[in-house]
């Protein structure tokens, strides 16, 4: 399984950002999909997920602002992040699981600065 992330970098406060996720397989074998986040000095936290049947859980932080979504057709998870803040800034790893495993991508910068 290959994670590939995109969608970052530089935004004012306010802006907005759409992260992708390709996944190099169907994503109908995930259970979950999700996004976590890591800024600098700081242990990685879990952003939004998205199970296979399309309940999602959002950190705190992000409720009301952060979409997470999936394209099955397109085998691709997305993030739309809306009126970011600077301490948005991160940088942001899409990650599945199946079954026991669970897979993670190269991660994506995203800085949010005026």
């Known amino acids: 399984v290959q994670l590939q992330a995109s969608g970052g970098g530089l935004v004012q406060p306010g802006g907005s950002l759409r992260l992708s996720c390709a996944a190099s397989?169907?994503?109908?074998?995930?259970?979950?999909m999700g996004w976590y986040r890591q800024a600098p000095g700081k242990q990685r936290e879990s952003v939004a997920r998205i199970t296979s049947v399309g309940s999602t859980n959002y950190g705190d932080s992000v409720k009301g602002r952060f979409t997470i979504s999936r394209d099955n057709a397109k085998n691709t998870l997305y993030l739309q992040m809306d009126s970011l803040k600077p301490e948005d800034t991160a940088v942001y790893y899409c990650?599945?699981?199946?079954?026991?495993?669970?897979?993670w991508g190269q991660g994506t910068l995203v800085t949010v600065s005026s």
């Open positions: 397989v169907s994503i109908f074998r995930f259970n979950s």
């Open positions: 990650s599945v699981r199946e079954g026991t495993d669970r897979y």
